[in-house]
T-cell receptor, first 113, second 119 residues
């Protein structure tokens, strides 16, 4: 059974600092997604990582994928308050066309002014 | 707005009652998924449709749960004889294949969710 673990589960950081969220998964995967969720809201797609060594950047967020280590990272550069949210990684294993997502437990990020 | 829509957004019901939720996917998306998210957890897969065919159901989907997608467009999720443990956010997502670097990617787009509270 596929297991997806994130750490840390909670992260409180000051504005302007850098930090990294880690996502480990237990079996070979077809691709990996990062999502953002604001309180009481649905999921917003941030990145999709398709292959080993993939790196994607959008603003202050950068995601990378190491399929050999079964590890993805989400790096936050010079954090700002607007980035406060819960971040989920989700792994896909295709099964006869079903590309269901298996989510990590989430990292609740709070940026302190 | 052409995104995924869900109705209702909030539902409060008493234990033992039946509830039904609706999901309207993005037009022409042939794949539709239901997920459940409890407080403080990541979403968990419930079931998957390709067009009108329900192709996979999670073990989380007990016999009190049923989902349909009768014409391959909107979908409904019904919970019979609700229990307090059913309280959660129910999320719907749809997808259609788009070309990735070397293969087709079926990125899922999520609706706003239906928050169910069973009292």
């Amino acid at each position: 059974e596929l297991k997806v673990e994130q750490n840390p589960l909670f992260l409180s950081m000051q504005e302007g600092k850098n930090y990294t969220i880690y996502c480990n998964y237990s079996t070979t995967s077809d691709r990996l997604y990062w999502y953002r969720q604001d309180p009481g809201k649905s999921l917003e797609s941030l990145f999709v990582l398709l292959s080993n060594g993939a790196v994607k950047q959008e603003g202050r967020l950068m995601a990378s994928l190491d399929t050999k280590a079964r590890l993805s990272t989400l790096h936050i550069t010079a954090a700002v308050h607007d980035l406060s949210a819960t971040y989920f990684c989700a792994v896909v294993i295709s099964n006869f066309g079903n590309e269901k997502l298996t989510f990590g437990t989430g990292t609740r990020l709070t940026i302190i002014p | 707005d052409t995104g995924v829509s869900q109705d209702p957004r909030h539902k409060i019901t008493k234990r033992g009652q039946n509830v039904t939720f609706r999901c309207d996917p993005i037009s022409e998306h042939n794949r539709l998924y239901w997920y459940r998210q409890t407080l403080g957890q990541g979403p968990e897969f419930l079931t998957y449709f390709q067009n009108e065919a329900q192709l996979e159901k999670s073990r989380l989907l007990s016999d009190r749960f049923s989902a349909e997608r009768p014409k391959g467009s909107f979908s409904t999720l019904e919970i019979q004889r609700t229990e307090q443990g059913d309280s959660a956010m129910y999320l719907c997502a749809s997808s259609q294949g788009t070309s990735g670097t070397r293969r087709i990617v079926y990125e899922q787009y999520f609706g706003p969710g239906t928050r169910l509270t069973v009292t």
